[in-house]
């Protein structure tokens, strides 16, 4: 069975400073990879996805992520943060179309 | 731009009440979820449904029913709703089964008091 564990709960940064969000699954077939980004008071927006192709997969607002098959991770990064990104971010994972499975969350903070 | 609405977006109910949370998607998608998330725990699944009066369960689908009579409806029934049950209640829709990514709708907080 799949699953996914994002290793920090919360993770504080300052403004302008780059910012890792790590994720690693666990899967016994291909999978498929996914952030979701939850504003205050939202529902969850996706970010970038990993389908094939590139390891290396770009999403909206600056985010990017990684694919390492080998460590089973997928981790976000973003170079420079803005308030804006303040955010609880979800990983998550899917082998097949009905069945995704998310991390617990992570919540950024960025201080000014 | 694909829209989920649920009907609302704040709800407080009794214990022992009957509770129903609507979910409507506007572009004709097969497949329709309900998650509840809880802090610490993420999004976990309770029912989900690929197509018109089909449904499958989820991980955590005791205490909770489903409805989807129109492909664009999905109803989450709360038969008897107890305090446990105070969570955000998120749907999802995504295009078929072979569409990896899936659509939300704003949540509906539910307090059970």
């Known amino acids: 069975a799949q699953s996914v564990t994002q290793l920090d709960s919360q993770v504080p940064v300052f403004e302008e400073a780059p910012v890792e969000l790590r994720c690693n699954y666990s899967s016994s077939v291909s999978v498929y990879l996914f952030w979701y980004v939850q504003y205050p008071n939202q529902g969850l927006q996706l970010l970038l996805k990993y389908l094939s192709g590139s390891t290396l997969v770009k999403g909206i607002n600056g985010f990017e992520a990684e694919f390492n098959k080998s460590q089973t991770s997928f981790h976000l990064r973003k170079p420079s943060v803005h308030i804006s990104d303040t955010a609880e971010y979800f990983c998550?994972?899917?082998?097949?179309?009905?069945?995704?499975?998310f991390g617990a969350g992570t919540r950024l903070t960025v201080k000014p | 731009d694909v829209k989920v609405t649920q009907s609302s977006r704040y709800l407080v109910k009794r214990t022992g009440e009957k509770v129903f949370l609507e979910c409507v998607q506007d572009?004709?998608?097969?497949?329709m979820f309900w998650y509840r998330q809880d802090p610490g725990l993420g999004l976990r699944l309770i029912y989900f449904s690929y197509d018109v009066k089909m449904k499958e369960k989820g991980d955590i689908p005791e205490g909770y029913s489903v409805s989807r009579e129109k492909k664009e409806r999905f109803s989450l029934i709360l038969e008897s709703a107890s305090t446990n049950q105070t969570s955000m209640y998120l749907c999802?829709?995504?295009?078929?089964?072979?569409?990896?990514?899936?659509?939300f709708g704003p949540g509906t907080r539910l307090t059970v008091t």
């Open positions: 572009m004709d998608h097969e497949n």
């Open positions: 999802a829709s995504s295009p078929d089964t072979s569409s990896y990514e899936q659509y």
């Open positions: 998550a994972v899917s082998d097949r179309g009905n069945d995704m499975r």
